[in-house]
């Protein structure tokens, strides 16, 4: 069964640093979307991203936060300036075209030193 | 207008019984409601999902009721096992292709 995966699965970084997050979608999705997780709180909505463009993104998505599809199958989140509240997991999802179904991958543990 | 309220924040049922955790919108312009289950240190799971032209949709022991008059769903988990432990998630979406927005989770228990 085709399944979203994320790499690193925990990626620890000192405050300042640049992260990238990496994800590889449902190979026929065409809708692809970042949300993050912070312990033991809700799933928070970041962004998300259709056609080459962001088709929509929350307030926490400011300008420290960049996504992008380098080619035909990744997707990746890069944190510019990480802070000490961007600790949290950071989920990527897909959906394929015309549906609501959004399948979510296993996650990147984000701590920020 | 966006939230989601989910209630309770965690529940304990004894194994055969039925789960049942409540969810409630404000937004009438969110037309789809999917449960997603999370076991500790892993992604949400899709569960089971509806639209707002049934009252109910049934797979295996999950069973989601809808009210659209009240704006509440809830997901009922009948014969409640030890293994379907895990924190469980309503959410709610006004399109194919926007954003879930989601409950604050439940902590279910299932005691053998």
């Known amino acids: 069964e085709p399944e979203v995966t994320q790499t690193p699965s925990h990626q620890v970084t000192q405050m300042g640093q640049e992260v990238i997050l990496r994800c590889v979608p449902i190979?026929?999705?065409?809708?692809f979307y970042w949300y993050r997780q912070i312990l033991g709180q809700k799933v928070e909505f970041l962004v998300s991203?259709?056609?080459?463009?962001?088709?929509?993104k929350s307030e926490i998505f400011d300008d420290q936060f960049s996504v992008e599809r380098p080619d035909g199958s990744n997707f990746t989140l890069k944190i510019r300036s990480t802070k000490l509240e961007d600790s949290a997991m950071y989920f990527c999802?897909?959906?394929?075209?015309?549906?609501?179904?959004?399948?979510f991958g296993p996650g990147t543990r984000l701590t920020v030193t | 207008q966006q939230q989601v309220k989910q209630s309770p924040q965690s529940l304990i049922v004894q194994k055969g019984g039925i789960s049942i955790i409540n969810c409630a919108y404000e937004?009438?312009?969110?037309?789809?409601f999917p449960w997603y289950q999370q076991f500790p240190g892993k992604g949400p799971a899709l569960l089971i999902a509806?639209?707002?032209?049934?009252s109910e949709k049934k797979e295996g022991r999950f069973t989601i009721s809808f009210n659209k008059s009240a704006k509440q769903f809830s997901l009922h988990i009948m014969d409640s096992q030890p293994g379907d432990s895990a924190t469980y998630f309503c959410?709610?979406?006004?399109?194919?292709?926007?954003?879930?927005?989601f409950g604050g989770g439940t902590r279910l228990m299932v005691k053998p």
């Open positions: 999802a897909s959906s394929g075209e015309n549906t609501y179904e959004q399948y």
């Open positions: 190979s026929n999705h065409l809708y």
């Open positions: 991203f259709y056609n080459n463009e962001i088709s929509e």
């Open positions: 937004n009438t312009a969110f037309d789809y």
């Open positions: 509806i639209r707002p032209d049934v």
């Open positions: 959410a709610a979406s006004n399109n194919a292709g926007n954003m879930l927005t």
